[in-house]
């Protein structure tokens, strides 16, 4: 096995490093997410953390890192005798695929199935006690693991209560997670519960690239003496660890400071107090790891752009970040009796000249060829979209209900050859009550093919979103583009937080074309929608064939994703053939969908319904998605 690319070798990335040294200070500080591009250091930064923490003393032989001091271990009680020894802190990698059972422990089927014994199996949680949880690519990670690695990450103690078995553990780790946001964000709610969070790019400065290249390849060639050249530097800064832990509990938080970060917090906006705790335990952690006696108002500054620029974050669109001319201010004086944001309005909507602040084109005006843009409307809440029936299991994500191989057990059922994995606890259960008439003696259980169970587990997919858009000349000549616009980034925040793909189709002049291949980067959509021009007549054929072959080319692709498509259109076809038939096409392939009716005025010709009805899909009307979500107004035929 080679050696971890050392700490201290690791050229620039000065932010990265900082949020990692002060959570091995003060693991209380919460743990670190670290978000940047591929490449840029953040996998081999945390490896390289744990050779910096001083080592533990633990028993040996236990499988949770038990202090020998420390009562209440579920492998014990330990023998008076028992051997202490010293051993370094572990890294433990929980994959984005692991299950909840290898997470948190589950019982231990050697045990029944040779003893007859109802035994715990620890889990990650246990294997990480004392130590550093890593997990890469966070957002890609099932919200339910999110959410229970987060919990215990704060309490400090794992239960588990399952197959008959239940068991706490002390679980107390420094939480790291690593992600790149172009493959999509983690929802507001999980940012909250990381302490820190660092933005990480790659270097613009070609000296330091060469540098990184050249230190790269001679580790490569030779990890050991490579490793061996950087270990003085890294055994400093491991002693700096160890003696700033020992000097936190002495670094004083004065009244007046923390007077500062009460203030800044609440001037910034801040919901709730974790941001308030974590900046006060980052600047302590800040004081004690560059020797000073107390806190000053540089670790505070420092601090809060750790702890709290992804705390700020409105809404799924907004970029994370604080801005210094907000923090100088609010660290200077006493805050302004506004909120933040400015404005003033009770709703926090507008500006001064009454424009929304969720428009997302500032330039109403005219392109080229009478081409124009225009900003989204506001009044739109979140919709949620929803495939009523079950899927069988497509990617992972918060919007439709699926039955397959993940999501949480809801029960078991016979077992079926080449079906599914067996589930050994019912599968137990299932066969405890005959071992005495069977002739069972001693360990083990004799089982028979009627025993066999396996597991029925309900979970959440994403989808994939494909917006179809109006954008010809009559759009624009009735101000509807707005609306539209505002509708569809109602529909994008809730895709945002449900991680489903999304996908834009634009329709004008004489031709449709894709706007935006599927991809998770809402954001990039949210762009791309932005930009989107208007005019000419309406080709809503053309429009509605190129829907039918991103779909049909996306199924190619992933074929467990399911689509769901939202056309929004008046019905009406000003250019191109017949769209009736095109439709009755796109409905062929049993794909479920929406039609959004953009027609406006007392007379309405209902043309949109009538292609509905073609596509067998539901037909809502615009104003319909300014109230009430869209739950369940999806309709889709069965697979045969």
């Not at 229970?148 to 239960?159: E, K, Q």
């Amino acid at each position: 096995m080679n050696e971890p690319y050392p700490f201290s070798a690791i050229v620039g990335q000065e932010d990265l490093k900082l949020a990692l040294l002060l959570n091995a200070v003060s693991p209380e500080v919460g743990g670190v997410l670290v978000r940047g591009e591929k490449g840029t250091a953040k996998s081999t930064a945390v490896r390289a953390l744990a050779r910096l923490l001083p080592p533990i003393r633990v028993v040996a032989g236990c499988p949770y890192s038990c202090d020998p001091e420390s009562p209440g271990c579920p492998a014990g009680p330990h023998p008076e005798n028992a051997r202490a020894e010293k051993r370094p802190v572990r890294l433990v990698e929980l994959p984005v695929g692991a299950s909840t059972d290898r997470l948190t422990g589950t019982l231990d089927i050697e045990k029944a199935l040779t003893e007859g014994q109802k035994a715990f199996e620890p889990g990650l949680l246990a294997a990480a006690h004392r130590g550093i949880l890593y997990v890469d690519e966070v957002n890609l990670l099932s919200d339910h693991l999110v959410d229970l690695l987060l919990d215990v990450a704060a309490m400090g103690t794992n239960y588990v209560e399952r197959e008959g078995i239940s068991v706490r553990h002390h679980s107390r780790f420094i939480l790291v997670g690593t992600m790149n946001p172009e493959e999509g964000e983690l929802r507001p709610q999980l940012l909250d519960r990381f302490g820190i969070t660092v933005e990480v790019s790659g270097n613009p400065d070609a000296d330091e690239r060469i540098e990184v290249v050249r230190r790269r390849l001679r580790y490569e060639a030779d990890p050991e003496t490579f490793a061996a050249a950087w270990a003085p530097a890294d055994a400093d800064l491991a002693r700096g660890v160890g003696t700033a832990r020992e000097r936190l509990a002495a670094t004083l938080l004065p009244d007046d400071t923390l007077r500062k970060i009460a203030v800044l917090c609440a001037g910034l906006g801040v919901d709730g107090l974790r941001g308030d705790l974590v900046t006060a335990k980052t600047a302590r952690a800040l004081a004690a790891w560059e020797a000073r006696a107390e806190v000053t108002t540089d670790d505070v500054r420092r601090a809060a752009l750790l702890a709290l620029s992804h705390r700020r974050r409105r809404n799924p669109f907004e970029e994370p970040g604080i801005e210094s001319e907000d923090l100088e201010r609010l660290l200077s004086e006493e805050p302004d009796p506004e909120p933040p944001d400015g404005g003033g309005e009770p709703d926090g909507g507008g500006t001064d000249d009454g424009t929304s602040s969720r428009e997302l084109s500032s330039d109403p005006g005219r392109g080229d060829a009478g081409e124009r843009t225009f900003s989204a409307a506001d009044g739109f809440e979140p919709a949620r979209l929803e495939v009523p029936d079950k899927g069988r299991g497509g990617p992972l994500g918060r919007r439709s209900r699926v039955v397959g191989d993940h999501g949480h057990p809801v029960g078991d059922r016979a077992w079926v050859e080449n079906a599914g994995g067996l589930a050994l606890a019912a599968t137990l259960r299932a066969a405890a009550p005959y071992q005495g008439a069977r002739g069972r003696s001693g360990p083990g259980l004799v089982l028979r093919r009627e025993d066999l169970r396996e597991n029925v587990r309900e979970g959440r997919e994403g989808n994939l979103i494909l917006f179809v858009v109006d954008a010809s000349g009559s759009m624009a000549a009735r101000s509807r583009m707005s609306a539209v616009k505002g509708a569809v980034l109602s529909l994008l925040a809730d895709a945002y937080q449900r991680r489903d793909k999304v996908g834009i189709v634009s329709f004008r002049g004489q031709e449709a074309r894709l706007l935006l291949p599927p991809t998770p980067s809402t954001e990039l959509a949210t762009s791309r929608l932005g930009e989107l021009p208007t005019g000419g007549r309406t080709p809503l054929a053309a429009g509605l064939e190129k829907a039918a072959e991103v779909l049909a080319r996306e199924r190619i692709r992933e074929r467990e994703r399911r689509p769901l498509l939202v056309l929004l259109t008046d019905g009406r076809a000003t250019a191109g053939p017949d769209p009736r038939a095109a439709a009755t096409k796109l409905g062929s392939l049993d794909v479920a969908s929406v039609v959004v009716d953009t027609e406006e005025g007392y007379v309405r010709l209902g043309m949109a319904a009538s292609l509905a009805g073609a596509m067998g899909a539901r037909c809502l009307r615009l104003e319909d998605l300014r109230a009430d979500a869209l739950v369940g107004l999806v309709e889709r035929r069965r697979v045969a």
